[in-house]
T-cell receptor
C-alpha cells in the first residue's frame, strides 16, 4: 500500500540548533515533493518544493533534500527559533501532478 | 486579496442531516481540492478538481459529493452526515501546472456530527 511517513513524535530542540525532520514514502513515484507549515487552528502554508531531479533546495534558513533512491526527504531548519515551533507536513504528487497526498506531520517545539 | 475562503467556519450537525461546505478562490487557479484532517491522520484527500467541469475522487470520497460550480468555486456536500465525518475540512487551490504545485489553503471548516 502507499504510505507517507513522518515521525509522529514531537521533535524538541533548543533555540539556535538545527532541526531535521524526515519524510519517507512507499509505493509512490513523485515528480516533486513539498513541505508545509501548519500552526494550530490554521491551514497549512507552503514552504518549499523540490523536484525529483533536484538533490537539494534552500530558502533562507530552510533546506530540503530529496533522495528518490531512498524514497526520503529531509527538511532542515538552521538556527531555529521559538517562532519556528509548528507542525511540518510533507506532501507529494501521486497519480498525476494534480493530486497531492500528505504525511501526518511532525510537531516541532523550539525551546528558548 | 482574500485567497481561499471557506464557509462556514464552524458547524454542528445531527446524524443524518445534510450540509454543503463552500469554497471560493480569487487567484484564477485551475485546480481545487477538499481535504479532511483528523488528529494523527494528517490531511486526507477527499475530492479534487483539476479544472472547471472536472472532478475526481481522492483517498476518502465515500459519503461526500462535490461540485465545481465555476472556476472560482468548489463545494463539498455531505448528504447524510455521520459521526465519523466529524473533522476539520480544508479547501485548497493551485495553478495545476506541472511546473508549480504549491497549494493555497483556506482556514478550515470545523464540523461536528452528533
Amino acid at each position: 500500500s502507499q504510505k507517507i511517513e513522518q515521525n509522529s513524535e514531537a521533535l524538541n530542540i533548543q533555540e539556535g540548533k538545527t532541526a531535521t525532520l524526515t519524510c519517507n514514502y512507499t509505493n509512490y513515484s513523485p515528480a516533486y515533493l513539498q513541505w508545509y507549515r501548519q500552526d494550530p487552528g490554521r491551514g497549512p502554508v507552503f514552504l518549499l518544493l523540490i523536484r525529483e531531479n533536484e538533490k537539494e533546495k534552500r530558502k533562507e534558513r530552510l533546506k530540503v533534500t530529496f533522495d528518490t533512491t531512498l524514497k526520503q526527504s529531509l527538511f532542515h531548519i538552521t538556527a531555529s527559533q521559538p517562532a519556528d515551533s509548528a507542525t511540518y507536513l510533507c506532501a507529494l504528487d501521486g497519480d498525476n501532478f494534480n493530486k497531492f497526498y500528505f504525511g501526518s506531520g511532525t510537531k516541532l517545539n523550539v525551546k528558548p | 486579496n482574500a485567497g481561499v475562503t471557506q464557509t462556514p467556519k464552524f458547524q454542528v450537525l445531527k446524524t443524518g442531516q445534510s450540509m454543503t461546505l463552500q469554497c471560493a478562490q480569487d487567484m484564477n487557479h485551475n485546480s481545487m481540492y477538499w481535504y479532511r484532517q483528523d488528529p494523527g491522520m494528517g490531511l486526507r484527500l477527499i475530492y479534487y478538481s483539476a479544472s472547471e467541469g472536472t472532478t475526481d475522487k481522492g483517498e476518502v470520497p465515500n459519503g461526500y459529493n462535490v461540485s465545481r460550480l465555476n472556476k472560482r468555486e468548489f463545494s463539498l456536500r455531505l448528504e447524510s452526515a455521520a459521526p465519523s465525518q466529524t473533522s476539520v475540512y480544508f479547501c485548497a487551490s493551485s495553478t495545476g501546472t506541472a511546473n508549480t504545485g504549491e497549494l493555497f489553503f483556506g482556514e478550515g471548516s470545523r464540523l461536528t456530527v452528533l
